[in-house]
């Protein structure tokens, strides 16, 4: 399973990404050293505004690139804002 997700940082601005591990991932972009996204070490990741399951990466890629290029699908899908930590301790209890 892949997971499709959108990230709101502190300062408003939206990061998509996809992982199979989205507790992990998401613990590594909050601690914002390697391997996290270079993107989010400047703009601090705050809340997970989507998130997405995908059968396999190749669809979690293909969708995620889809999100990035289409402005109104993006907005589209944001809904309730979840804090970060708050989902990769939900995520965590999963397993």
Same mark, same amino acid.
């Given at each position: 399973m892949y997971f499709v997700y959108i990230i709101e940082t =502190?300062?408003?601005? /939206?990061?998509?990404?996809?992982?199979?591990? /989205?507790?992990?991932? /998401?613990? =590594?972009? /909050?601690?914002?050293?390697r391997p996290g996204a270079v993107y989010l070490r400047m703009h601090r990741p705050k809340y997970v505004v989507y998130? =997405? =399951?995908?059968p396999d990466r190749r669809t979690a890629i293909r969708r995620e690139q889809e999100i990035k290029r289409d402005r109104r699908l993006r907005m589209s899908l944001i809904n309730q804002r979840r804090d970060i930590l708050e989902v990769i301790e939900t995520e965590k209890s999963y397993r």
């Open positions: =502190e300062d408003g601005k /939206l990061y998509t990404g996809q992982t199979n591990d /989205l507790a992990r991932r /998401l613990r =590594e972009h /909050l601690n914002g050293g998130i =997405e =399951e995908c």
